[in-house]
């Protein structure tokens, strides 16, 4: 199994990116695909979910409006395009991969997931 997440740096405040996460190893289009972000001494928090097919995509608070998770079944591949950066989204990225959803919270629980890629950071300046 393996999550490759690509696409972190180091952006100016109100910039954009794109973050990209390709799988492999199982079957991509049976899991619900996250991603989740962990600045220093913080604790990992979820940033943003979505459905086996995409049609439900879930948001933290502080990324609502400015951040879009997709997925592209063919390709194996889950996305988070970042807008308008501030530079309390410093930190580094995971991407993550959950294969059970047993309530309306699953999605948002970083201990439901099962496999986890190595982070990017993204790195966002005043």
């Known amino acids: 199994v393996q999550l490759q997440a690509s696409g972190g740096g180091l952006v100016q405040a109100g910039g954009s990116l794109r973050l990209s996460c390709a799988a492999s190893g199982f079957t991509f289009t049976m899991y619900h695909m996250g991603w989740f972000c962990q600045a220093p001494g913080k604790e990992r928090e979820f940033v943003a979910g979505?459905?086996?097919?995409?049609?439900?995509?879930y948001y933290s608070d502080s990324v609502k409006g400015r951040f879009t998770i997709s997925r592209d079944n063919a390709k194996n591949t889950v996305y988070l395009q970042m807008n308008s950066l501030k530079p309390e989204d410093t930190a580094v990225y995971y991407c993550?991969?959950?294969?059970?959803?047993?309530?309306?919270?699953?999605?948002?629980?970083?201990?439901?997931?099962?496999?986890w890629g190595q982070g990017t950071q993204v790195t966002v300046s005043s």
């Open positions: 979505i459905s086996l097919s995409g049609a439900t995509k």
């Open positions: 993550a991969a959950l294969s059970r959803v047993r309530d309306s919270s699953t999605d948002y629980e970083a201990h439901q997931y099962d496999y």
